[in-house]
């Protein structure tokens, strides 16, 4: 079946710092990757998301790159602010419409930006 | 704001009690998924209805049941709570029309089984 793998948190930067999160996954096929967010207290917000290989999703001065080669989708931004502290969710959902949509997610990677 | 609707947004409730959460998706999304995310499991997909109908089926137990009603809103009924059913339930939504379509979080319900 499908999984995802990120990196365990927490991680801890001083603001301005680079921040990457690394994602791999294994799936049947070529799947949709996505980026979620969560803020303390709060649902999950989309972040970003690539739907085929060498694809680029960017949002806020987030990028990730769906390589079909290394199956990764690793997080990245070059500056981080104290705003950007919350979990990182890394997740992917197959192309099979008739089995449904349903996200498979990594286990989440809490990032606290210091000032 | 999303636009997906979940109430209530904290339960407390006690053993072997039953209850129901409800969401609301996003103003024409047909699809509507139930996840549920605890400490120990992280976030695990439920089960997925798409214009009333059940579609998928995840890691859902036999006491777990939910339902789409003709408006689109969702259900999810537990029952038989135990104490390591106290998590944090999503319940997201979807168009659904293409291939691969975004999913929309709510903001959670929190249910805390005494």
């Known amino acids: 079946g499908n999984s995802v793998t990120q990196m365990e948190g927490p991680v801890t930067l001083s603001e301005e710092a680079f921040l990457t999160i690394n994602c791999t996954y294994t799936a049947t096929g070529y799947p949709s990757l996505f980026w979620y967010v969560q803020y303390p207290g709060e649902g999950l917000q989309l972040l970003l998301k690539a739907t085929k290989a060498d694809d680029k999703g960017s949002n806020k001065g987030f990028e990730a790159t769906y390589r079909k080669e290394t199956t990764s989708f690793h997080l990245e931004k070059g500056s981080v602010q104290v705003s950007d502290s919350a979990v990182y969710f890394c997740?992917?959902?197959?192309?099979?419409?008739?089995?449904?949509?349903?996200?498979?997610f990594g286990g989440g990677t809490r990032v606290l930006v210091k000032p | 704001d999303s636009g997906v609707t979940q109430t209530p947004k904290h339960l407390i409730t006690a053993t072997g009690q039953r209850v129901t959460l409800r969401c609301s998706p996003r103003?024409?999304?047909?699809?509507v998924y139930w996840y549920q995310q605890s400490l120990d499991q992280g976030l695990q997909f439920l089960i997925q209805?798409?214009?009333?109908?059940?579609?998928a089926k995840g890691n859902i137990l036999e006491r777990f049941s939910a339902q789409q009603f003709p408006d689109l809103h969702s259900e999810l009924n537990l029952s038989s709570l135990e104490l390591g059913d106290s998590a944090l339930y999503f319940c997201?939504?979807?168009?659904?029309?293409?291939?691969?379509?975004?999913?929309?979080f709510g903001p959670g319900t929190r249910l805390l089984v005494l």
């Open positions: 997740a992917l959902s197959g192309k099979i419409k008739a089995a449904g949509n349903k996200l498979t």
């Open positions: 103003s024409g999304d047909l699809s």
């Open positions: 209805y798409y214009n009333g109908e059940e579609r």
């Open positions: 997201a939504s979807s168009a659904d029309r293409g291939q691969q379509e975004t999913q929309y």
